[in-house]
């Protein structure tokens, strides 16, 4: 991006000694390796982020109260997909190529390609403007979070839904699955502990691969119901170019990343008793 901090805190009449001095501050004209080592350092010893350049205020003073609501909103978006997606998807793949399969799918289709923004400003004319049920913005109440959460449910569910139909097609395909019904296994008992099970596996990735992006919030949607979470933080830390705030927020990403990918890889061992990695990291 053109321009740098300095630039952001400061008026254009101000001279390039003046900027030059701020810089050096703010620490800007230090080499980038020292500046990172430097941000690391006061990280791990001190536990300190560092200060926002444009709130003049600690990071984690701006983000520790901002993230509880986007964990609020898109937990809940995650949660409702998976109610929503999980039977819907199950049941396309039983019934597959009948009307359910194809409205669906079709459906799905559409919901995917409608932007979330779109459904968002549409739900406020309809729900909020016109209806007066829900109110247009804010955070303090449950209600506030009705509309975004049921438009970024929207906008996600429709992958999910195609992906559970295709995984759930996959093993009904199976040898253990037809063997099971062919000792006359009750098909509900074969479809829950058997087909849905491992069908599950790779919605679990999904759930878990998901979850670091909770703390990074819907951008878009948190910024068109005015709630003012991690999303609209980062973006509007990257407009300004307010560096410790989006390193702050790249490093919590991470971080998170790499322990969601250790307890998917967990959950997904539990659920296929085929996959077992021993401690040699051999297969067993």
Same mark, same amino acid.
């Given at each position: 991006m053109?321009?740098?901090?300095?630039?952001m805190?400061?008026?254009?009449?101000?001279s390039?000694?003046?900027?030059?001095?701020?810089?050096?501050?703010?620490?800007?004209?230090?080499?980038?390796?020292?500046?990172?080592?430097d941000?690391?350092?006061?990280?791990?010893v001190?536990h300190?982020?560092?200060?926002?350049?444009?709130?003049?205020?600690?990071?984690?003073?701006?983000?520790?109260?901002?993230?509880?609501?986007?964990?609020?909103?898109?937990?809940?978006?995650?949660?409702l997909?998976?109610i929503v997606?999980?039977?819907?998807?199950?049941?396309?793949?039983?019934k597959?190529d009948?009307?359910?399969?194809?409205?669906?799918?079709?459906?799905?289709?559409?919901?995917?390609?409608?932007p979330t923004?779109?459904?968002?400003?549409l739900?406020?004319?309809?729900?909020?403007?016109?209806?007066?049920w829900?109110?247009?913005?804010g955070?303090?109440k449950?209600?506030?979070?009705i509309?975004?959460?049921?438009?970024?449910?929207?906008g996600?569910?429709?992958g999910?839904?195609?992906l559970?139909?295709?995984?759930v097609?996959e093993?009904l395909?199976?040898?253990?699955?037809?063997?099971?019904?062919?000792?006359?296994?009750?098909?509900?008992?074969?479809?829950?502990?058997?087909?849905?099970?491992?069908?599950?596996?790779?919605?679990?990735?999904?759930?878990?691969?998901? =979850?670091?992006?909770l703390? /990074?919030?819907? *951008? %878009?949607?948190?910024?068109?119901?005015? !709630?003012p979470?991690?999303? #609209?933080?980062?973006?509007?830390?990257?407009?300004?170019?307010?560096f410790?705030?989006?390193?702050?927020c790249?490093?919590?990403?991470?971080?998170?990343?790499? =322990?969601?990918?250790?307890i /998917?890889?967990? *959950? %997904?061992?539990m659920?296929?008793?085929? !996959?077992?990695?021993?401690? #040699?990291?051999?297969?067993?």
């Open positions: 053109p321009g740098n901090p300095v630039d805190v400061v008026d254009r009449k101000v390039e000694e003046k900027k030059e001095q701020i810089a050096h501050e703010m620490g800007y004209d230090r080499p980038l390796v020292e500046q990172y080592v941000w690391m350092k006061n990280i791990l001190d300190n982020f560092g200060k926002s350049t444009r709130y003049k205020t600690p990071v984690w003073d701006l983000m520790k109260n901002r993230i509880p609501l986007s964990l609020a909103l898109c937990g809940l978006s995650l949660l997909e998976m997606a999980l039977p819907i998807g199950l049941l396309c793949a039983i597959k009948t009307f359910f399969d194809r409205f669906t799918v079709n459906f799905s289709l559409l919901l995917t390609a409608v923004f779109w459904l968002s400003v739900f406020i004319i309809i729900f909020s403007v016109k209806l007066k829900l109110p247009i913005s955070y303090e449950p209600e506030n979070f509309l975004p959460v049921v438009s970024l449910t929207l996600s569910v429709a999910t839904i195609r559970i139909k295709a995984e097609l093993v395909n199976e040898k253990f699955v037809t063997t099971a019904l062919a000792k006359g296994v009750p098909r509900k008992t074969v479809m829950v502990k058997h087909v849905l099970r491992n069908a599950l596996i790779m919605v679990t990735v999904l759930v878990f691969m998901s =979850i670091p992006w703390i /990074s919030g819907a *951008v %878009v949607t948190e910024n068109i119901f005015g !709630i979470g991690m999303g #609209n933080l980062l973006l509007n830390s990257i407009i300004v170019q307010d410790p705030v989006v390193q702050a790249v490093l919590l990403i991470a971080i998170l990343t790499v =322990i969601c990918n250790i /998917s890889d967990l *959950v %997904v061992g659920l296929d008793p085929r !996959i077992r990695v021993s401690l #040699n990291g051999g297969d067993r």
